[in-house]
């Protein structure tokens, strides 16, 4: 079975530029969440979308911007690009909605923003 | 302010040694998760723990919760250069679910053969 795709799997942008990212969940999960690690970080929560819609949000600004998509498919959307929004972004799902259930990582995109 | 404070960032030690690896806390979790994660890779789940208290062990891990649910463990027996990796706490707060899980920021592994 395939585990959680994420594409692209490499990016590399220029500052005030836009980028789109796109995760596919493992088949019959419906819950999607976005992650962002900088450099020696751990993750840090984006966004969750659970039966298409947004169920949280963490402390990002409004350049970031996800949705869902019926077959629960999910993009991730950051506008005006900044060197700090270098980092690799993952894509987790779950069967639900995010509590004790097991999350699903994908290998992330690395995005660079030169 | 981290929420979720791992220690040691970093540790390199030979193969057979023993380690154990924290993850504190001011705030309680619902649960908590550890987590691997190795290089261009998306961190792997190892093992979720709910109840204050309790136990759980995979092969040469063993993982614990804190009585107060604010705080876990790791403990590796006899590591292998396999064990090597990032490993992660990460917990969902107390009505925090739409928040998403909070992680620490990693623990760099090294076994050295």
């Known amino acids: 079975d395939a585990g959680v795709t994420q594409s692209p799997t490499h990016l590399i942008k220029t500052r005030g530029q836009h980028v789109t990212l796109r995760c596919s969940p493992i088949?019959?999960?419906?819950?999607v969440s976005w992650y962002q690690q900088v450099l020696g970080q751990g993750p840090q929560f984006i966004f969750q979308?659970?039966?298409?819609?947004?169920?949280g949000r963490g402390n990002f600004p409004d350049r970031f911007s996800a949705r869902q998509f019926p077959n629960y498919s999910s993009e991730l959307n950051v506008n005006a690009l900044l060197l700090g929004d270098s980092a690799l972004y993952l894509c987790a799902s779950s069967p639900g909605r995010v509590g004790v259930e097991k999350l699903f990582f994908g290998s992330g995109t690395q995005l660079s923003v030169l | 302010t981290q929420l979720l404070e791992q220690s040691p960032q970093f540790l390199s030690i030979q193969e057979g040694e023993n380690l154990t690896v924290y993850c504190n806390s001011s705030s309680v979790f619902s649960s908590l998760q550890w987590y691997r994660q190795e290089p261009g890779e998306g961190p792997v789940l190892l093992v979720t723990v709910v109840t204050g208290g309790e136990v759980k062990k995979l092969k040469r891990l063993t993982f614990q919760f804190g009585d107060a649910r604010k705080d876990s463990s790791l403990h590796i027996t006899a590591a292998q250069p396999g064990d090597t990796g990032l490993y992660l706490c990460?917990?969902?707060?107390?009505?925090?679910?739409?928040?998403?899980?909070?992680f620490g920021k990693g623990t760099h592994l090294i076994i050295q053969p």
């Open positions: 979308y659970y039966e298409k819609e947004e169920r």
């Open positions: 088949s019959g999960h419906k819950s």
């Open positions: 990460a917990g969902l707060r107390v009505g925090g679910g739409a928040d998403g899980l909070t």
